[in-house]
Every structure is written in C-alpha cells, then in structure tokens.
C-alpha cells in the first residue's frame, strides 16, 4: 500500500487466501496459475476503476504494488510467484465470479507464496544490459 501510484489514487485492494479448498479453485483460473494448488497462501491484487482519478492506470498502479509485495516477500525469506490475470480476459472473468467481485473491482495479478524449495538467496546471474540503458539520445 506504499507503492507509488498515479496521483496517489491507490486503487487496489489485496484479497488473502488460505483456505485451501478455495486455492485449488484459483489455481485453475488458467494454465499458468496451476502450480499454486499446494501454496498455503495466494494474494489476489485486485484495481477498482470506481477509485480512478487517471484513466487507466489502474493497471500500472497495481504492478507498481504487486512488485513490492514480491520484494518484502522476499526480504522475509519466503518464495513468490506473480501469476499473469490482466488482461487476459477469462482469467479476470473466472475470478470475478469466484469472489463476486464488483463490476469496478478487476482481478489483476495473484501471488503465490510459501517456503521456497530452492535457494532464494542464492547469486543469479546479472541481467544488467549495457546496451539497453540509453543516455541523452537513443544511437
Ligand atoms: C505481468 C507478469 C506476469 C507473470 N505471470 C507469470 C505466470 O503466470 N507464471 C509464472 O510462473 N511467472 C509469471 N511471471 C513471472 C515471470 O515469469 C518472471 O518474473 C520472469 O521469468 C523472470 O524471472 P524472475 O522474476 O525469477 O527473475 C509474471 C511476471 C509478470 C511481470
């Protein structure tokens, strides 16, 4: 709830799931959410249009959130996943009617997390990217 967003609109609210009947439910929302069926928690980052005072940031507000959430989860020693809802149409739908979601309230990314198996504080290797970072003109 720190993250920053567009004009400090904040449009996003955070539904918790532990029960674990109801994160097999979500696990299926599509192909990409089924490895969460065995996590003991799943966040779903949700944006309401109806909090909007900049016209479609909503989404940009909440990967703004959903990246921070992931950096604490990390800091505490705990494994997560981000797993893609917005914009793909019946995944978002499948959550609407799963949680009876508000016509303004629209599913935007879940987060799946627990103890990881691998190493979290292992060194990965740099994807730093000379090439991409641009100054003063694009050549
Ligand atoms: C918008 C977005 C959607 C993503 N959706 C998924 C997903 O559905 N399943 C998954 O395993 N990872 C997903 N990821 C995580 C990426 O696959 C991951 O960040 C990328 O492969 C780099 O790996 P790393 O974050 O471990 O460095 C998503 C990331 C973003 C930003």
Redesign the pocket.
């Known amino acids: 709830m720190s993250a920053p967003s567009a004009g400090n609109q904040r449009p996003w609210d955070f539904i918790v799931v532990t029960d674990h009947e109801l994160i097999k439910r979500m696990s299926l929302t599509?192909p990409?959410?089924l490895?969460a069926k065995n996590a003991p928690v799943v966040i779903l980052i949700t944006g309401d249009t109806g909090r909007e005072r900049y016209k479609d940031y909503w989404p940009v507000d909440c990967?703004a959130a959903?990246e921070n959430m992931l950096l604490e989860i990390t800091r505490l020693g705990l494994g997560a996943?981000?797993?893609?809802v917005h914009p793909v149409v019946d995944r978002k739908e499948y959550l609407r009617n799963l949680f009876l979601l508000p016509s303004t309230v629209h599913p935007f990314?879940m987060i799946s997390l627990g103890y990881a198996e691998t190493d979290m504080k292992k060194e990965?290797e740099s994807?730093y990217d000379e090439s991409r970072v641009h100054y003063n003109h694009w050549e």
């Open positions: 599509g990409n959410s490895p990967a959903t996943v981000w797993l893609g990314a990965r994807r």
